[in-house]
């Protein structure tokens, strides 16, 4: 018993202090600085990152944080998940983005959907392989952004003349404590599932910051498809 609740400490201190939250902290870091200013976009530019924006979010961040419920082996963990997936029910916040979405003029179309198609494919079998571990430093790396990033989807839609902004100003606060609750989560995950050493525990974070590219900056070539 002794031993299994040293473990657990260990893990948490490495996930909590260690390299984990380190390179999580360094992806988003370097992403959030990268922006282009949004007074330096065109009015379609800005509308094309929240179109792209809400055209992934709506519809699958509910199915990404349900299919990493299913894939953690750790009964410490599951509680954590199911009251993030409860408060996006309860507080309908997929109508929240739409809302937000409308008001900005950014409603996504068919060719904003396509633009994020393959990327978004790509996260979505990933998140089917069930992952333990994966998933869930995929999803803390995701509320993580999402939290820094919030200001910046705000001030895009400000630019377009929009005011309704409760979307950005919800998610960016509860979503400082949904990272903290994931890299608990990871860490009780950690201890109770290790990956194989032969799989990349980032891969899904990867394939998650591709996605969020090509939201903030475009897929020329899905676009003209």
């Known amino acids: ?13 490495h996930v909590v202090d ?3 939250r380190r390179n999580i902290n ?3 870091d370097g992403f959030i600085g990268s922006l282009p200013d949004p007074n330096g976009l065109t009015s379609a530019e800005r509308r094309g990152i929240i179109a792209r924006y809400t055209a992934v979010l709506e519809g699958n961040f509910i199915y990404w944080m349900t299919a990493t419920l299913l894939s953690v082996h750790s009964e410490d963990a599951r509680p954590i998940l199911l009251e993030n997936l409860h408060e996006e029910v309860r507080d309908a916040h997929p109508a929240m983005m739409r809302r937000f979405a409308i008001a900005a003029q950014a409603f996504p179309t068919d060719t904003d959907a396509l633009a994020v198609h393959e990327d ?31 200001r910046y989807l ?3 839609a400000k630019a377009e003349g929009s005011t309704e ?3 950005t100003d919800v998610h960016g606060v509860c979503d400082i404590e949904h990272t903290e609750g994931l890299f608990r989560a990871l860490a009780a995950e950690m201890a109770v599932n290790q990956p194989d050493p032969e799989q990349d525990i980032f891969e899904g ?6 996605l969020i590219q090509t939201i903030v900056f475009g ?7």
Request: aromatic share 10%; no cysteine.
């Open 18 to 20: 260690g390299s984990i």
């Open 26 to 28: 360094s992806m988003i």
């Open 165 to 167: 902004l409760e979307y």
């Open 120 to 150: 978004l494919t790509n996260v979505r079998l990933f998140l089917g392989r069930l992952l333990g571990v994966q998933s869930v430093l995929t999803m803390a790396f995701f509320e993580g952004f999402i939290q820094r990033f919030m």
């Open 154 to 156: 705000a001030d895009l």
């Open 219 to 225: 897929h020329p070539e899905a676009v003209k498809a």
């Open 1 to 13: 018993m002794n031993a299994s609740l040293l473990t657990t400490q260990q893990q948490e201190n």
């Open 205 to 210: 974070v990867y394939l998650l910051r591709t």
